[in-house]
């Protein structure tokens, strides 16, 4: 199982993009990256996921190389709502009905004011 | 829908005592996760239901942790006697499938202190 391995804290300011980058150097080859986003006394919620290239959804954009050894997470125009914990996880999803997820410390980001 | 939901939220118990967590899935997941979050470390897998079946318990810390799921709906943790270093955050999630393309839903989790 891939680690991954992420800024422990990121801070921003409203309306800013911010782009956070997590790295999966032994990631294999039938692994998907997800990224998961947490706020404070709740359970976490998933954001995205992709193999390679480009996904984009309602909340975020995912951006993974050709070599798939990092990728980022972009947050467009980032509101104090987005102050969270954001998780990448790095997995191999279709291994029969085993589909435990493996957790980093995750990013603490912060939007201020 | 509802979402997955845990009760108790908070539950403070002494060293020794015995605490029972409970998990509501949602409806027609068959599914359900339990992961553990210790203060300060990473949140880590405790086991997976399929219905009923204990499809993968490889995470559960010893024999003190025992989890259930008669009948496929909710499911239960029980810790039996709760030693300090159990405390922490216990997240139930479930799935419709364990496919790619299905994701895990959390609960709020399960805040237990033991003192």
């Known amino acids: 199982l891939a680690k991954t391995t992420q800024p422990i804290s990121m801070d921003s300011y409203e309306g800013q993009e911010v782009n956070i980058t997590c790295s999966h150097n032994?990631?294999?080859?039938?692994?998907?990256i997800t990224w998961y986003q947490q706020f404070p006394s709740q359970g976490p919620r998933f954001i995205i996921q992709?193999?390679?290239?480009?996904v984009t959804n309602e909340v975020a954009s995912l951006f993974i190389p050709a070599d798939r050894k990092s990728s980022t997470l972009s947050l467009p125009r980032v509101s104090l709502s987005d102050t969270a914990v954001y998780y990448c996880?790095?997995?191999?999803?279709?291994?029969?009905?085993?589909?435990?997820?493996?957790w980093g410390l995750g990013t603490s980001l912060a939007v201020n004011p | 829908e509802a979402g997955v939901t845990q009760f108790p939220s908070h539950s403070v118990i002494e060293k020794g005592q015995t605490v029972t967590l409970r998990c509501d899935p949602i409806?027609?997941?068959?599914?359900l996760y339990w992961y553990r979050r210790v203060m300060g470390k990473e949140i880590k897998f405790l086991l997976h239901?399929?219905?009923?079946?204990?499809?993968?318990e490889s995470g559960m810390p010893n024999n003190r942790f025992l989890a259930e799921r008669t009948g496929g709906t909710y499911s239960t943790l029980k810790v039996q006697p709760a030693e300090l270093e159990d405390s922490g955050v216990y997240f139930c999630?479930?799935?419709?499938?364990?496919?790619?393309?299905?994701?895990?839903?959390f609960g709020p989790g399960t805040r237990l202190t033991v003192t």
């Open positions: 999630a479930s799935s419709q499938g364990s496919g790619i393309h299905y994701e895990q839903y």
């Open positions: 032994n990631i294999a080859t039938n692994d998907y």
């Open positions: 239901f399929v219905k009923e079946s204990k499809q993968d």
């Open positions: 996880l790095v997995g191999d999803y279709r291994a029969g009905n085993n589909r435990k997820l493996i």
């Open positions: 409806s027609g997941h068959d599914n």
């Open positions: 992709g193999y390679k290239t480009k």
